[in-house]
């Protein structure tokens, strides 16, 4: 058990539809970040946040966006779902946004678009 | 533009059989190189970092390695436990940006 959770494990929603990912970060972790991973992309980094700023974008769509909270944890939000966006996503968390160990992964929230 | 390439894509190994996969990078100025392993379903664990050319770690059976462009992930004496994917990443900003490879399955056969 990595110490990061996730919910929900499973979603299963429809074309054109909102989902809100929701993660919690180890304790003390100040850094939160959002990766995708689907059969034929493996793992993507979609963005980073430290201590409820944003400090790292990588390949994220405009139909999705993110925030962390003042108590830490994150909400991935994706909206206008596409059959595309069909993939498991993963928190990470870490304590700094520099050199040390790596981040440490949670269990993932499966989406299905139907 | 960074790169992590993994080979081979899948190994399958006989219990006790010694092997290693392979990590090349293309990542200007890195700044870590990590290993995680990744059973189906699950969210990636975390094994090791290495951060210069030289580096070695050891955890249990695997040892991990690191050259300029490369790194190995070496498994001594596999037991079927070991089986899993193995996930690569590069990155040359901190944390802040991990590039991954798409991972070596193994498979350990009794």
């Known amino acids: 058990d990595s110490g990061v959770t996730q919910t929900p494990k499973h979603l299963i929603t429809a074309t054109g539809q909102r989902v809100t990912l929701r993660c919690s970060p180890r304790?003390?972790?100040?850094?939160v970040y959002w990766y995708q991973q689907s059969l034929d992309q493996g793992l993507q980094f979609l963005i980073q946040y430290y201590n409820g700023e944003e400090r790292a974008k990588g390949n994220i769509l405009e139909r999705f966006s993110a925030q962390q909270f003042p108590d830490l944890h994150s909400e991935l939000n994706l909206s206008s779902l596409e059959l595309g966006d069909s993939a498991l996503y993963f928190c990470a968390s870490s304590y700094g946004t520099g050199d040390g160990p790596g981040q440490y992964f949670g269990p993932g929230t499966r989406l299905t678009v139907t | 533009e960074d790169q992590v390439t993994q080979s081979p894509e899948a190994l399958r190994l006989q219990e006790g059989e010694s092997s290693s996969l392979n990590c090349s990078y293309t990542v200007s100025g890195l700044r870590g190189l990590f290993w995680y392993r990744q059973d189906p379903g699950k969210g990636p664990e975390f094994l090791f970092t290495?951060?210069?050319a030289g580096e070695e770690k050891e955890k249990e059976r695997l040892k991990a390695t690191l050259t300029k462009k490369e790194s190995f992930l070496h498994i001594t004496a596999p037991k079927p436990e070991d089986s899993a994917t193995y996930l690569c990443a590069a990155s040359n900003t901190g944390f802040q940006k991990l590039v991954f490879g798409t991972g070596t399955r193994l498979l350990v056969s009794p």
């Open positions: 290495l951060y210069s």
């Open positions: 304790s003390g972790d100040l850094s």
